[in-house]
């Protein structure tokens, strides 16, 4: 069969004028029922078309072509004929790849699908059709081949960058059409009174957005104009999906829609009557597996949420922001930042202080319009809530929300709002001080050490020590009208008093004026971080990252952001330079490691002291009675030779003190450990 379809593909090569038989023998070798030829055959096919079978046009009918030219010749209609021969037998060729897209082998799928991205980044023949193809596989079920559609429309596009509004409205009109196999959609008497398998259609749709999402969110914009329209119809579908996910679940009713209609409300009774069907139908009635299917369905929708926030974060910027989208769309957010997940939250956050960052001060006036300015002041509130959201002790994005608060504090004009926002803060630090979360209250006044620092006069106002009674309302909605410019900070008081040395150092630091030397390493101040040290084990060194396209700014130094990576320490606790450093000189959060290592150096200088003295003792003053020793020591010894000498006792009984003074260290360490998760064990109970 190899060498068959080899001769054939010569034969078409030399001329394929002169041997359409040969063409039509390859085609009907891919239309046999054996999977595995008819792909080497299409192979074949498809190597042929790449390598120059086809013009770098479409290929015309030769009822399209202009046969009443006075200049026409015999010539002329021969070579249209046997375009329009193949532009038909091209037809035929992608019938079977459509047919080979559908197999139930994976292989199968996936080589096809490789097939037709070859042809639609080769030949712009029947493009629209083969993107169609392509496109669909974005909802496979197989995630191999899902991924490897996403990765075929990427290459595409760095071939063919003018294709980037193209390909976004054929996923758009793939991702925002319903799911087709639906038993809501169809007539009563079509299932026959039997439930329709309607599972694997919706999950079809969700898979397709998802992958969909991730491939949209990797594609290269720049500022052209033609760039802006592509930056602008991503956001347009980013929105259109998060009304189709939030609008889907039965509690919440889509923003700026009517109440739901009968016919909706029938659907819905009808999918809940599928699905207790085929639930007792397959035996998973169980409370247990109930559970589990809906934890997986909220884990997806998580997921890709998460996904279409990050496309939002990276077209925002090359979009053109105007009035009506942020009227139109900015609802969204907000409900996001209120009903999802404490990280889908604070993404939400991110994207709308993008938008509060570009309607802040607009081109054509200094100051931002009203409607501006309102969604600006919602911005504000709805962070300023956000500081009481319980779910923030324990979450995975405290750097990140932390980033975000220091740069709205410093872009906010109202310097009560400010004020508002650090005693909320420094009162959200004396909470999580009690659960022992330092790395948390550590990078909360490392925040408050920058916006002191650039902001004019808060310095002052929190150092201040005035006899002034405080008209601070910490529950009020709005931080401007809260009243936190009047009256004294006494909330930073009991951190002077903290346990940990680094909090009481900047608190002390910020309550006199001085700079405030907090690291912007969140990792530094974790329990895991202290056990690495104590027993000497180094950070690894982190890898230089390059630019990115798609992230630019991962290279950059990072100055003045907050981190969660653990950065690396030159200074190294077993060090013998470490050691004799002067206690004053040592940094807080190593006075611990200094001050167990210069008294472990001081025990061990002792025992060599004591050691000296004993073997002296033992050994005599009287040099000439050494000889007189040496032989009552030889008796000793042949009638007692099991006997321990004294000078070995000592060793023992210094090995012994050695051992009770390690045991002892031991056990301050292990009741430090043991305060700290009896704090958090304390915060979970409250």
């Known amino acids: 069969m190899s060498d068959r379809l080899s001769a054939l593909v010569l034969m078409v090569q030399a001329s394929p004028l002169h041997n359409t038989r040969a063409l039509t023998s390859l085609l009907s070798i891919a239309q046999k029922k054996s999977r595995e030829e008819s792909l080497k055959a299409l192979r074949a096919i498809v190597d042929w078309w790449e390598a120059g079978g086809a013009p770098d046009r479409k290929l015309k009918y030769f009822r399209d072509q202009p046969l009443t030219h006075p200049s026409v010749t015999d010539v002329h209609r021969v070579l249209w004929f046997m375009e329009d ?34 042809l639609l980044k080769a030949k712009p023949e029947q493009e629209h059709n083969l993107l169609r193809l392509l496109v669909n596989k974005l909802g496979d079920l197989h995630k191999p081949l899902a991924s490897k559609a996403s990765y075929h429309l990427l290459q595409i596009l760095q071939h063919h960058p003018n294709m980037k509004l ?38 079809a749709n969700e898979h397709a957005r998802y992958y969909a999402t991730i491939t949209f969110n990797q594609i290269t914009l720049s500022h052209s104009k033609v760039e802006k329209s ?78 279409i926030l990050t496309g939002l ?50 081109v054509s006036s200094t100051k931002p319009s009203a409607a501006a300015q309102n969604f600006i002041t919602r911005y504000y509130r709805v962070l300023y809530s956000s500081l009481f959201d319980p779910r923030l002790a324990t979450s995975s994005k405290q750097g990140l929300y932390l980033n ?114 907090a690291n912007a390493d969140l990792g530094l101040n974790t329990l895991s971080h202290f056990l690495d040290r104590f027993v000497y084990r180094n950070p690894k060194k982190p890898k230089p990252r390059g630019e990115s396209a798609m992230q630019p700014a991962a290279s950059s130094s990072g100055a003045g952001l907050i981190i969660n990576t653990e950065a690396v320490q030159g200074t190294v606790v077993r060090d013998e330079q470490f050691r004799k450093m002067r206690a004053d000189r040592v940094p807080a959060d190593q006075l611990f490691f200094h001050k167990y290592f210069s008294q472990k150096h001081e025990r061990t200088l002792e025992r060599e ?22 032989e009552e020591e030889d ?7 099991d006997k321990p000498t004294q000078a070995e006792d000592s060793e023992e009984d210094a090995e012994v ?3 009770k003074e390690e045991e002892a260290i031991w056990k301050v360490c292990l009741q430090y450990i043991t305060a700290i998760f009896a704090c958090s064990l304390y915060r979970i109970r409250l």
């Not at 150092?463 to 009243?483: H, I, L, V, W, Y």
């Not at 004591?610 to 040496?630: F, P, S, V, W």
Request: hydrophobic share 35%; with cysteine.
């Open 85 to 118: 021969w193949l532009k038909k037998y091209f037809w035929d060729v992608l019938t079977i790849l459509e047919t080979l897209t559908a197999d139930p082998l994976p292989y199968v799928r996936i080589r096809s699908t490789a097939l037709i991205a070859a």
């Open 166 to 203: 193209i390909v976004i409205n054929e996923v758009s009109s793939l991702l925002l059409r319903a799911p087709t196999s639906t038993s809501a959609a169809l007539p009563k008497n079509a299932t026959n009174g039997k439930p329709h398998e309607n599972g694997k259609a919706a999950d």
């Open 230 to 307: 592509v930056a602008s119809a991503l956001v347009g579908l980013y929105f259109e999906l998060f009304k189709s996910i939030l609008g889907s679940t039965e509690a919440d009713i889509p923003i700026g829609t009517d109440e739901p209609t009968e016919e909706k409300v029938k659907g819905r009774e009808e999918m809940r009557k599928d699905k207790k069907r085929r639930q007792s139908r397959e035996g998973k009635t169980k409370k247990s597996d109930a559970s589990n299917v809906f934890g997986e369905i909220e884990s997806g929708q998580e997921k890709l949420l998460g996904a």
């Open 313 to 362: 974060h990276r077209a925002l910027p090359y979009a053109e922001i105007d009035g009506p989208l942020i009227e139109k769309h900015m609802d969204i957010l907000f409900r996001l930042c209120h009903t999802s997940t404490f990280n889908i939250s604070v993404q939400a956050l991110l994207l709308v202080h993008t938008v509060c960052v570009a309607i802040r001060k607009p």
């Open 404 to 517: 975000l608060l220091l740069r709205s504090m410093k872009e906010d004009e109202l310097v009560d709002r400010v004020k508002a926002f650090i005693r909320r803060l420094i009162g959200v630090i004396l909470t999580a001080g009690i659960a022992g979360e330092i790395s948390f209250v550590c990078g909360c006044l490392y925040l408050l050490g920058e916006i002191t620092s650039t902001t004019p006069g808060l310095r002052k106002w929190i150092s201040s020590r005035k006899n002034e009674p405080s008209t601070f309302d910490p529950k009020k909605r709005e931080p401007e009208f809260a009243g936190a410019g009047e009256g004294c900070v006494w909330e930073l008081s009991p951190l002077l008093y903290h346990y940990h040395p680094s909090v009481s150092l900047h608190a002390n630091q910020l309550l006199t004026q001085t700079t405030v030397t």
């Open 609 to 630: 002291a004591k050691l000296n003295k004993r073997k002296k003792k033992a050994g005599g003053d009287d040099d000439d009675d050494d000889e007189d020793e040496e």
């Open 635 to 641: 008796a000793a010894s042949a009638v007692q030779e």
């Open 657 to 659: 003190e050695e051992d």
